[in-house]
């Protein structure tokens, strides 16, 4: 069981920037490839990008690719989603997600393949 617990949501102007985190709980956050889902208002929850147990790769979804980027402290048991040139249409609640998974190198993409979730923080974009 892990803990997920999101922050540094907010309210931006377009053009903008924000960076968020999530810290698990636990010892294991090693353990689990990490990913971040959204979901804007009437939407379903999508795909942002996740990063592998080790960190070594990531998986963006085209929408945010070169915009966001995503890393991970084992250390401090974080997942950070770094977010820049920040457009309208990323107005949403944002989820950091953990999966359980024995590969070192592999992330899901849909957000069945997550075990745990975070409550959300709410990112708004005004233009």
């Known amino acids: 069981q892990v803990q997920l617990v999101e922050a540094g949501g907010g309210l931006v102007q377009a053009g903008g920037s924000l960076r968020l985190s999530c810290a698990a709980s636990?010892?294991?956050?090693?353990?689990?490839?990490m990913g971040w889902f959204r979901q804007g208002p009437g939407k379903e929850r999508d795909f942002v990008v996740a990063i592998t147990r080790s960190g070594r790769s990531t998986y963006y979804a085209d929408s945010v690719k070169g915009r966001f980027t995503i890393s991970r402290d084992n250390a401090k048991n974080t997942v950070y989603l770094q977010m820049n040139s920040l457009k309208p249409e990323d107005t949403a609640v944002y989820y950091c997600?953990?999966?359980?998974?024995?590969?070192?190198?592999?992330?899901?993409?849909?957000?069945?393949?997550?075990?745990?979730w975070g409550q959300g923080t709410q990112v708004t974009v005004s233009s």
């Open positions: 636990g010892r294991t956050f090693s353990s689990y490839a």
């Open positions: 997600a953990a999966q359980i998974t024995q590969r070192t190198e592999v992330a899901g993409t849909r957000a069945g393949q997550y075990d745990f």
